[in-house]
């Protein structure tokens, strides 16, 4: 089963964790939302799978290209 890694795309907060490590997620759901200059920006899942990691917190800075959250599929 192939690992896939979920990075930020900006600088910004965890604003919401949309999922929980062990759920089935589709193409396309939305897994995160990030805050970044008071505007809300989802974090999609590229690809349909099983979440094995959340490796941030809601309320944690993150910078752009950190990794976020990692899906098996």
Do not use: C, W, Y
């Amino acid at each position: 089963m192939a690992r896939h890694v979920i990075n930020a795309d900006i600088t910004g907060t965890v604003f919401k964790i949309e999922t929980s490590v062990g759920a089935a997620v589709a193409a396309d759901s939305t897994l995160i939302v990030l805050e970044s200059m008071k505007m809300e920006i989802p974090v999609d899942a590229p690809i349909a799978g099983t979440v094995a990691e959340i490796l941030v917190a809601e309320g944690e800075a993150i910078a752009e290209g950190q990794a976020l959250i990692v899906i098996e599929g």
